[in-house]
């Protein structure tokens, strides 16, 4: 069974750099598959990060890209999430999930239980 | 890049058959196959439930399906339980190797 934790910081204060991991059992990374970051702020919905396969090849949003980056360690079965110069408007539930982008398929499945980021002074 | 448009919220009475909308463009939605929509209960994870625009992935039950028609896909939730209460997002393609998501739509089973 396919399980992800993510974990990190709660609370980051206003243009601080924030990092995240997202650790991955049942699975090595290297098997396959893209890993996608997502974020859901407090009674929103959701928004696609990017996501990255373990040859390191990465897609971000385009409306982040310049924040952020996503990198994986395939030893250690992680990924990483870092989003530099964060607002307010970054505080979100922050999750990782195994992302299959094929022409048989694109969806993310499964999802880790997310963690919360609140950016605040 | 929008957001997909989903209405905020549907309702149905337990038994009864349910469909919510989520509207994009010839850029997502109208112009890859690549619809998928997800359940979340409060608290929770999302949960894949469709994807493919109709496939359902394995120990989804039957009474979810989706579809599409032009920029417009569906998901319908036929004989409606009171477990089926809970947001639902969709996701499509949207080129260049980008996702967009819906706004998701609060579903009541009343």
Known sequence: ??????SGPRLVKPSETVSLTCAVSGYSISSGYYWGWIRQPPGKGLEWIGAIHHSGNTFYNPSLKSRVSIS???????????????????????YCAR????????WFDPWGQGTLVTVSS | QSALTQPRS??????????MSCTGSSSDVGGHNHVSWYQQHPGKAPKLIIYGVSQRPSGVPDHFSGSKSGDTASLTISGLQAEDEADYYCCSYAGSYTWLFGGGTKLTVL
Do not use: H, R
Not at chain 1, 1 to 6: C, D, K, N, T
Not at chain 1, 72 to 94: F, H, I, R
Not at chain 1, 101 to 106: C, L
Not at chain 2, 10 to 19: E, H, K
């Open chain 1, 1 to 6: 069974q396919v399980q992800l934790q993510e």
């Open chain 1, 72 to 94: 994986v360690a395939p030893s250690k079965n992680l990924l990483s999430l870092t989003l530099n110069s964060v607002t307010a408007a970054d505080t979100a539930v922050y």
């Open chain 1, 99 to 106: 992302q299959a982008i094929a022409a048989t398929g694109n």
């Open chain 2, 10 to 19: 549907v309702s149905a009475s337990p038994g009864q058959s349910v469909t």
